[in-house]
Structures are given as structure tokens and as C-alpha cells.
């Protein structure tokens, strides 16, 4: 799951980044309009969390041109007191929800499932499953046939791409691009680290491998060659 906080003020976006990631998201944060569209435009965000007061760009503005753009990636408005006008004006523009400051952080955790939920069914099912591997999204528990597979919470997101495109191949670069939050400084073989680690854990103890390496290109999760 990843996400994107635009918001001015240093110390609560980086509490706030800080806090989200411990709970398992992949986010990027950013302090003004125009960078707020350059990450947009890179990267796929399950939700934009924006602040309306910004410089450069306010939020309106961004949140406008990102809907003219097509995109309808949920946004989640960040509003300085609860002015009537700014709401009406947010929803008009293509919010989908708004929060008023200050905020609790249990209230924006539970804003941003709210939100990530409304995505298509089969984008966002709470349950990925290949053969007898299960992984149920909100316990954060991952299954095979009746063992229980405890993994860390970057084996978890890696699970969570590789399964979302199960019978693809994804190059390490498309992997990256998913799991690691802009800035991680990873090594060329940070990915088929990961890769080992999760295959010890998900296939090693079974007879049908599920983590499969296409030799030039990258990895893809499949049952059977
Ligand atoms: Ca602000």
C-alpha cells in the first residue's frame, strides 16, 4: 500500500510519515503543489493525503489538475480549520474525503483504510490467494495450507506485489518501484535478497515452489513452471 503526504509544515509531515511507515505503509512525503504532481506523475499512490495551504501550488489546485489529468487516485484532503467553503470546494474539485487539523493519528489511520477500500474489489481484495498461499491484507497474516508464515514488513509488501501480479513477471526495477519509498539507497541485488528471504519462508519447507526466476529478467509468482 503506498501513499503520498503533501504537507508544508516539516515536523508533522515527518512525525506523520514516521508513524504511518511503523505501520506498514510505503509513503513518500513532499511540502509543496508542484513537487506534490511530480510524485503523482512517478509513482502509482493507493491515496494522496494533501494538504490545502501549500506553497508553490495550494491543494485545490493540485488536486484539480491531477483529476483533469484522469487520475482517480483518493484523495484525502487536510483542511486548517472546518471551513464550510474549503470542504464544498475540495469535494468539488475530486476530494474524496477531507480531516480537519488537528488530527487524531488513530482518525487519519482510519480515514486512509476507508479510502484505500473503495478502490475496485479486484485491485484491493482484503484476501490474495495463489494454490494454498493466503494472504489476508488487514490481519497482516500470511498462510500456506494451515502453517502460518510470519514475514517481515518488507518480505510482507514483497509478497503483496509479487501476488497482486501473480502469472506476470515483474523486473526488479517494477519491484522496486512498489515497495521501497523514494530515497531507499538499495544495493543492485537489494530485490533478490528480499527474494531469497521470502522463499525460504513461503516455498522451502513445500513441494510446489511458488517464487518463481525468469534468468535475464526478473521474478514472477506462479503455481507450477
Ligand atoms: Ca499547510
Do not use: W
Request: proline share 2%.
Amino acid at each position: 500500500m503506498r501513499l503520498l503526504l503533501v504537507e508544508d509544515e516539516p515536523e508533522l509531515r515527518d512525525i506523520t510519515v514516521r508513524r504511518l511507515r511503523s505501520e506498514g505503509y510505503t509513503i513518500d512525503g513532499c511540502g509543496d503543489g508542484l513537487s506534490a504532481l511530480d510524485y503523482a506523475y512517478a509513482a502509482e499512490y493507493d491515496a494522496i493525503i494533501l494538504d490545502i495551504m501549500l506553497p508553490e501550488m495550494d491543494g485545490l489546485e493540485v488536486l484539480k489538475r491531477l483529476r483533469q489529468e484522469g487520475s482517480s487516485v483518493p484523495v484525502l484532503l487536510l483542511t486548517a480549520r472546518d471551513s464550510i467553503e474549503d470542504r464544498v470546494k475540495g469535494l468539488d474539485a475530486g476530494a474524496d474525503d477531507y480531516l480537519v487539523k488537528p488530527f487524531s493519528f488513530a482518525e487519519l489511520t482510519a480515514r486512509i483504510r476507508a479510502l484505500t477500500r473503495r478502490k475496485p474489489a479486484d485491485i484491493n481484495s482484503d484476501n490474495l490467494k495463489l494454490a494454498d498461499l493466503d494472504m489476508d491484507l488487514n490481519a497482516r497474516v500470511v498462510r500456506r495450507g494451515d502453517k502460518i508464515i510470519i514475514l517481515t514488513q518488507r518480505e510482507f509488501a514483497l509478497l503483496e506485489v509479487l501476488l497482486r501480479n501473480k502469472e506476470i513477471v515483474l523486473t526488479r526495477e517494477r519491484i522496486e518501484q512498489q515497495i521501497y519509498d523514494f530515497g531507499f539507497e538499495g544495493g543492485s541485488n537489494v530485490i533478490d535478497v528480499y527474494i531469497r528471504y521470502l522463499r525460504k519462508k513461503i516455498d522451502q519447507d513445500f513441494d510446489l515452489k511458488l517464487i518463481h526466476t525468469v534468468r535475464g529478467t526478473g521474478y514472477v509468482l506462479r503455481a507450477g513452471d
